[in-house]
């Protein structure tokens, strides 16, 4: 662990290699998996006594909730990606937050999240609307003239360079947030020293800190959310059942 927590440091002070991003998203993954197998164990339980699955079923009723009321009622079937893009994201930020390395600090693992995101809505655009539908949708609604065909072909490019600028926005927005949070953090540690001893200034920014990393976990997750339901609404669809 204490390699581990070295690793870590060095990364943040510009001495780690290109490897160590895909190195700490590995961790997560089997952090998230680890946790998740403590969590299965657990749920026939009821009321189930394991905090972890405890917290796995309100974490679980938010996401679904969240599904629901921005895609649609068939938001249901997004929400094992949904859930799992919530937590990746989270528990990266949360890496950062106890000492150890962020993978959402880096822009190479925030944008490959991103492509991911971006690419599976376009596959379900579609799933969702068939290949002529789906072309459809980029030349936006009807126009009803045939003097008004340049406009819709315009409407054509602009909405497939919109469809392409979301992989930047997505990624820059988490890798500037959680990367400038930590670049925050560690001026205020090597603000004032004492001998050798740094005085730890950035634990004044804990709660901050947690507001940042819990905010940014629900925007990505949130606007992934919403990509899927512009691209797989259906204005006939019937209202969600309660």
Avoid at 15 to 35: S, Y
Avoid at 81 to 87: D, S
Avoid at 175 to 184: A, F, L, Y
Avoid at 199 to 219: C, D, E, G, K, R
Wanted: glycine fraction near 10%; charge should be negative; proline fraction near 5%.
């Amino acid at each position: 662990m204490d390699n581990l927590f070295l690793l870590a440091q060095s990364e943040a002070h510009g001495e780690g290699e290109w490897w160590t991003p895909i190195f700490w998203t590995a961790v997560v993954f089997l952090f998230i998996i680890v946790l998740g197998r403590i969590a299965i164990e657990h749920v026939r339980e009821r009321p189930p006594r394991n905090p972890i699955t405890l917290l796995a079923e309100h974490v679980y009723v938010f996401i679904e909730n969240m599904c629901v009321s921005v895609i649609g009622p068939h938001g249901r079937k997004y929400i094992p990606f949904v859930f799992t893009i919530y937590l990746v994201v989270l528990f990266s930020n949360l890496f950062g937050l106890i000492g150890l390395f962020a993978p959402t600090s880096s822009l190479g693992i925030t944008f490959g999240m991103a492509v991911v995101v971006v690419i599976y809505v376009q596959e379900e655009g579609i799933r969702a609307n068939g290949p002529i539908g789906y072309i459809k949708h980029f030349f936006g609604p009807p126009l009803g003239s045939v003097y008004l065909i340049g406009i819709s072909i315009l409407l054509f490019f602009i909405e497939v360079i919109s469809e392409a600028a979301k992989m930047l926005s997505l990624s820059l927005r988490l890798q500037g947030n959680i990367s400038g949070e930590h670049r925050v953090g560690s001026t205020l540690g090597n603000l004032i020293h004492i001998g050798n001893f740094g005085v730890p200034l950035q634990t004044l920014l804990v709660p901050l800190s947690l507001f940042v990393v819990l905010v940014q976990a629900l925007v990505f997750t949130m606007l992934t959310c919403v990509y899927l339901g512009l691209m797989t609404h259906h204005d006939e669809e019937p209202a969600a059942a309660h």
